[in-house]
């Protein structure tokens, strides 16, 4: 029998990088949104948007090409921010 979200769990699969890539980015956009006050969450949704944020980039480092080419851009943050 085949969970349908299995998926979801499995970093070698093709959806999971997207779903992942999809969830971090609707973080970030209501981020973006409530800096500008464009929406106006309460402090239960600001601690569930950064949760929903902070798990998806931790499923998509465990992606093993994801989570190599994270590290590489993470490792020359420091020297883009000196310039």
Do not use: C, W
């Not at 997207?18 to 402090?43: D, E, G, R």
């Amino acid at each position: 029998m085949r969970i349908p979200l299995s998926s979801m769990h499995n970093p070698q699969s093709s959806r999971y990088t997207a779903y992942y890539s999809v969830v971090l980015v609707a973080a970030t956009a209501t981020v973006f949104f409530t800096m500008f006050k464009v929406i106006h969450p309460n402090i239960l949704q600001d601690a569930g948007t950064f949760f929903e944020g902070f798990f998806s980039l931790f499923m998509l480092g465990r992606n093993d090409a994801v989570g190599k080419a994270l590290m590489v851009h993470l490792s020359s943050l420091p020297a883009a921010i000196r310039r």
